[in-house]
Structures are given as structure tokens and as C-alpha cells.
């Protein structure tokens, strides 16, 4: 009897011992997504700068209005980048759901922030 209860108390020990193990696996995956995330962040917000800079010097009197709506557009999807930059992993630091909500939000930042730029492309081609 006292057998069974050693060993049912080791096995227990070594599952949550694992289970802590893969814990810990995951949230040192998702925080490396939440890195790659930011990284694509920063890629964007420097691609948004230059076409901002790029349409100001493009600026002609045929070509005024269509530019200032891509240049409006490309803006606004600057404020979604930016979010996407704040440092959240440090409000609860290796925390498996925390870290899962801040790779939604980031991802979901980012895309808003892309459909916001590809826009301000349609808006050129008018």
C-alpha cells in the first residue's frame, strides 16, 4: 500500500514537473512570436514612413488629390503600427494567456494596419 502511494505520488511529481516544463516551452514560443511581431511592426511603420515621405516629395498640382487621400491613409494605418510596438509582454511576464492575447492583438494590428496601407494603394490608382 505505502508502494502504491510512493509511486502514485512520483508520477504525479513528474507529470506536473513535465507539464511545467512544457509550460514554460510555450510561453518562450509565444514570446518569440510576440518578438517577430514587433519586428514586423517596426518593418512596417518603416515602410509607412518612407511612402509618406515619398508622396510629400512627389506632391505635384495633377496628382494633388489622389495623394493627399494614399497620404490621409497611410496615416492612419501608422496608429495601428504603433500600437502593435508597445511593449505589453512586461504587464504579466510569462504568463501563457497574457502572452497568447498580446500575439492576437498584435497580429490583429498588424493586418488592420496593412488592409489600412493597401487602401491607400486604390486610392493612387483612382
Not at 4 to 19: D, E, K, P, V, Y
Request: charged share 20%; proline share 2%; hydrophobic share 55%.
Amino acid at each position: 500500500m505505502t508502494v502504491t502511494i510512493a509511486s502514485t505520488a512520483i508520477a504525479i511529481a513528474g507529470n506536473l514537473w513535465l507539464w511545467r516544463q512544457t509550460d514554460l516551452a510555450d510561453v518562450d514560443d509565444l514570446s518569440e512570436r510576440i518578438k517577430e511581431l514587433g519586428d514586423k511592426s517596426t518593418q512596417l511603420l518603416l515602410f509607412l514612413s518612407f511612402a509618406i515621405v515619398g508622396a510629400a516629395t512627389w506632391h505635384t498640382e495633377s496628382n494633388e488629390r489622389p495623394l493627399a487621400s494614399a497620404m490621409r491613409w497611410w496615416i492612419a494605418a501608422v496608429f495601428p503600427v504603433l500600437a502593435g510596438v508597445v511593449p505589453l509582454r512586461e504587464v504579466f511576464w510569462k504568463s501563457r494567456n497574457w502572452y497568447r492575447l498580446i500575439v492576437c492583438v498584435k497580429f490583429t494590428l498588424l493586418c488592420i494596419a496593412v488592409v489600412v496601407a493597401l487602401w491607400a494603394r486604390r486610392a493612387l490608382s483612382t
